[in-house]
């Protein structure tokens, strides 16, 4: 009896020792970021001059750098240009296909400061959406992919993807890029 529990309860710590480094391991900064970079780059020749560093933060401390932004609360990823380097804050212990989603989005954002940083907010965010949704269709994170296909309804974010969509439908997915690297707004 003594040696069954023994037994049982050993079993239940190798699962969950071995869930919790399966968990740490998928959403490695490295990893992710390399996965991420791959995509983008096969898939729509996207690369990056400066270097670019992930970090995971608490929500706490992703609002204090998103200070008066009015998505405060509900943002999930932000990038910011500082000394030199691409910086992506992503939130900590997230979903791990919305955090992928998300970093792809933001690295789209590290794109654009490259290559066309005096874009409307509209055009940006719409582009990022685009990518966003890529990353996690070719991902086959179908459920997510269509959430932002079906649901997205914000002036700015809404309105700048199905733009993008329309670009999409008139030049092809591989051409979208180049044709936004040209325009300054959505229209
Ligand atoms: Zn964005």
Redesign the pocket.
């Known amino acids: 009896m003594k040696k069954t529990m023994m037994i049982m309860v050993l079993i239940l710590m190798i699962i969950c020792s071995s869930g919790l480094s399966f968990a740490q391991n998928k959403l490695s900064a490295d990893d992710l970021l390399s996965k991420a970079q791959n995509f983008l780059a096969s898939k729509f020749n996207m690369t990056f001059r400066y270097p670019i560093r992930v970090s995971f933060v608490a929500g706490v401390e992703l609002d204090k750098i998103l200070g008066d932004s009015p998505y405060k609360g509900g943002e999930v990823g932000l990038y910011k240009f500082t000394g030199g380097v691409n910086q992506v804050y992503l939130l900590k212990d997230y979903n791990y296909d919305l955090t992928y989603g998300c970093l792809c989005?933001e690295l789209t954002?590290a794109w654009q400061k490259e290559n066309c940083p005096n874009q409307s907010l509209t055009l940006k965010?719409g582009l990022?959406k685009w990518i966003e949704y890529k990353a996690l269709y070719y991902d086959r994170a179908y459920t997510y992919a269509n959430q932002i296909n079906q649901y997205l309804a914000d002036p700015v974010y809404g309105v700048g993807y199905r733009f993008i969509q329309k670009l999409e439908d008139k030049y092809g997915e591989a051409k979208v890029l180049s044709v936004v690297k040209g325009l300054k707004d959505i229209q």
Request: charged share 25%; aromatic share 0%; glycine share 0%.
């Open positions: 989005h954002h965010e990022a």
